[in-house]
């Protein structure tokens, strides 16, 4: 009998490599799937993709280029002219937010998915970092399953496994610490490369995770007063 398949949305960061780390320990053979959208932190994302791959023993990967998010701008990720937030998360929708990204992932994802004959597409969405983020909810990924199996051949039954969307950080770096994830090859930082600012909304969401698991986070900082 053929081994289930899982299709894994990995960005490099903690909670898309921790998702992928329980798809693993639930008995599915991972196929790894990156985006490179012309991010600020591009060049670290995907190293760290391939870096966690490799020690997840991963043999099928997908990165994949998406310039025309670029082209599209309207995000802080993205356009070098908006700055990024580092005053700490604010109410609604923040200048980081990338229209319809996961949106555009989990299509794709779903593209694979049908060609590999996978049952199950993993994504690491997160409700207490959506920060207004309309992609990172329940009720999105609900209606994109729908969406996907009714865009699809019959035969292909997919589900969108979210096992982080209702942790906390401290829970996510609790939950990688006992699992022993690397954590030391994820990157969160929303603007730097080489060392993580510690003051952008994901470096404040991470650090606060770690202090309140009481942990150390194994990259370096900028600064870690956030």
């Not at 960061?13 to 991972?30: K, N, V």
């Not at 994949?64 to 700055?83: E, H, K, V, W």
């Not at 030391?184 to 003051?199: D, K, R």
């Amino acid at each position: 009998m053929a081994q289930k398949k899982a299709v894994c949305i990995m960005s490099g960061g903690m909670d898309s490599t921790l998702a992928a780390y329980l798809m693993r320990d639930e008995g599915y053979d991972i196929i790894g799937v990156h985006f490179s959208y012309a991010q600020r932190t591009q060049k670290k994302e995907y190293a760290s993709f391939h870096a966690i791959c490799q020690n997840l023993h991963i043999k099928t990967r997908y990165a994949l280029p998406l310039d025309f998010f670029g082209m599209i701008g309207a995000s802080a990720l993205i356009d070098t002219n908006i700055a990024v937030p580092t005053g700490g998360i604010e109410a609604g929708v923040p200048a980081t937010y990338v229209p319809f990204r996961n949106g555009i992932f989990l299509s794709i994802a779903t593209a694979i998915a049908e060609k590999e004959n996978a049952e199950v597409l993993s994504i690491g969405v997160v409700e207490e970092d959506s920060s207004g983020y309309p992609d990172c909810t329940k009720a999105f990924i609900e209606s994109m399953t729908q969406s996907i199996n009714l865009g699809t051949k019959e035969r292909t039954r997919l589900r969108i496994a979210t096992p982080l969307v209702n942790l906390t950080k401290e829970e996510i770096v609790t939950w990688s610490l006992q699992r022993e994830v690397p954590l030391h090859l994820t990157w969160s930082c929303y603007q730097n490369e080489t060392l993580a600012c510690g003051v952008c909304d994901s470096c404040r969401l991470r650090l606060k995770g770690f202090a309140r698991a009481n942990a150390s986070d194994p990259i370096a900082y900028e600064q870690t007063d956030a």
